[in-house]
């Protein structure tokens, strides 16, 4: 069993920052990709930044200079920072990872979500 918990995410007004975190836990060997998606209202889930063990962050067009993907591998933890918030923020936020367990199998994980609004 892995498990994915958020915390972080609330209220912001236009411009504002916040901060994510997600951290795995359970029967982890390794865990080299993790990400963040996010949903909003009426639309699909949506990659915002993965990041890869070792790699270079990737982030999608309409957050880039924005948000900071980091990750820390002894606490299995991946980072959001977000700034300079907008409106077309909004959404849930979901963490994912890709774990391969102690029983050498891969699979792809995600959080709970948790949600982000910002107000304008």
């Known amino acids: 069993q892995v498990q994915l918990v958020e915390s972080g995410g609330g209220l912001v007004q236009t411009g504002g920052s916040l901060s994510l975190s997600c951290v795995a836990s359970?029967?982890?060997?390794?865990?080299?990709?993790m990400g963040w998606y996010r949903q909003a209202p009426g639309k699909q889930r949506e990659l915002v930044a993965i990041?890869?063990?070792?790699?270079?962050?990737n982030y999608a067009d309409s957050v880039k200079g924005r948000f900071t993907i980091s990750r820390d591998n002894a606490k299995n933890t991946v980072y959001l920072q977000m700034n300079s918030l907008k409106p077309e923020d909004t959404a849930v936020y979901y963490c994912?990872?890709?774990?391969?367990?102690?029983?050498?199998?891969?699979?792809?994980?995600w959080g709970q979500g948790t949600q982000v609004t910002v107000s304008s």
């Open positions: 359970g029967d982890i060997l390794s865990n080299d990709i």
């Open positions: 994912n990872a890709q774990v391969v367990t102690i029983m050498r199998l891969t699979n792809n994980y």
């Open positions: 990041i890869i063990s070792g790699g270079r962050p």
